[in-house]
């Protein structure tokens, strides 16, 4: 590729990293230098102010989906129709100059993972979209792995804001977990549970709420006696007080990623997941869940790698922490006047994810359920 003039970055290999940390931090420079210069391209695209790169760039164009071509020949199984499918698809997005400067610079073709994250974001393949974020994935022969530390997966997912973020989370579940002795806990939109990755005890007594397409249980827990404690549920988290079984059980409830769905100003939907989740919890049980904040990294998935999502419904992204923690205690005085008087919930903490240098990218509530006698 031609690296443009004013980097100093050409791809991501060029990112120094240091000493061997779970989560990096990204230099300063290299953050004005592709995450947001890719999401800028990618919205004067979108306004229709820079041309497509067809028109801009065609030499570069069909030079990145012939490499793409060839990893998907000589790399994966799929049938010339399943080949010729992808590369249509890879064509009509690399029109966005965005995401060709993001193919080039991460040198996409060469990483299975990198083309697999893609082909289940445009799919809205949002579980298996989540796992990547963990540096677990499909191979291009579909096997799920750990991603190599040698991939440019893994370094890109080693500075990249929201990939921590979603890192941090899960961990401080399982850690959670482990330190106060959960032996019965519900995941609200749990996906394919990214926390099995950070250590889940055997014996927990885990339920999944969640309506999307989600990996085989074999897959996602190979060990047969801990797949025994798992319960997916196959339906949306507001049917969770439906099931009687579960009523005042749970020691835990945690609702991470999903906040961001949830229309709190004009339907209280927020208020109403978290009605849903104290339902499920027995006396001084507790309820986790997030708010993501409006980062260049964020700006960057949206705009650049197309995340899916409804533009007649948009996503609830918060401008600033301190805008997210208001709202927060809003909604919580909120649940509590709804609960009117048979119960409460107290907040037990606020915590917000800083990662240098994208700034605080989510907050975390914990809160408690006290009966009222």
């Known amino acids: 590729m031609t690296p443009r003039a004013n980097t100093i970055f050409s791809s991501a290999w060029d990112i120094p990293r240091g000493d061997h940390v779970d989560f990096g931090r990204l230099p300063q420079e290299a953050l004005s230098a592709w995450a947001g210069h890719q999401a800028e391209l990618s919205e004067q695209f979108r306004q229709k102010l820079i041309p497509a790169t067809s028109v801009s760039a065609p030499t570069r164009k069909q030079c990145m ?9 000589t790399r994966s199984e ?30 996409v073709p060469s990483s299975d993972f990198m083309l697999q994250f893609y ?17 677990y994935g499909k191979d291009l022969q579909g096997v799920v792995r750990k991603v190599p530390e040698d991939d440019v997966w893994y370094q890109m997912s080693y500075f990249e804001g ?12 399982a850690d959670f977990i482990k330190q106060h002795d959960v032996v019965r806990a519900t995941s609200f939109g749990g996906g394919n549970i990214p926390e099995r990755l950070y250590g889940l005890p055997a014996g927990l007594l885990l339920t999944i709420f969640d309506d999307g397409p989600v990996s085989p249980l074999e897959e996602l827990f190979p060990d047969p006696r801990q797949r025994g404690g798992i319960n997916y549920i196959h339906e949306r988290l507001d049917k969770a007080p439906l099931h009687q079984e579960l009523l ?19 339907r209280h939907e927020m208020t109403g997941a978290i009605l849903c989740g104290i339902a499920l919890l027995k006396p001084g049980g ?3 869940y997030d708010y993501l904040i409006w980062t260049t990294s964020m700006r960057r998935v949206i705009e650049t790698q197309c995340w899916p999502y409804d533009p007649k419904n948009p996503m ?10 208001l709202q927060g205690q809003q909604t919580i005085a909120l649940v509590n006047r709804q609960l009117a008087g048979k119960a409460r919930i ?17 907050v975390r509530f914990t809160v408690q359920k006290q009966l009222i006698t």
């Open 286 to 288: 507790f309820m986790k």
């Open 346 to 362: 107290d907040l037990v903490s606020t915590e917000p994810t800083r990662i240098e240098p994208w700034g605080v990218t989510s």
């Open 65 to 73: 989906v012939a490499r793409v071509y060839e990893a998907l020949i």
């Open 316 to 325: 609830v992204i918060f401008g600033f922490p301190e805008k997210a923690v």
């Open 78 to 107: 799929l049938s010339r129709k399943e080949v010729g499918f992808r590369i249509e698809q890879v064509d009509a997005y690399l029109e966005d100059p965005g995401l060709l400067e993001n193919f080039e610079f991460f040198e």
């Open 162 to 173: 929201m990939n921590i973020n979603e890192r941090i989370k899960a961990k401080s579940i």
């Open 119 to 135: 082909f289940a974001v445009w799919d809205r393949r949002i579980a298996e979209v989540m796992g990547y974020l963990h540096n």
């Open 248 to 266: 005042g059980t749970q020691d835990l409830v945690w609702m991470h990623g999903v906040s961001m769905y949830l229309n709190e100003q004009e």
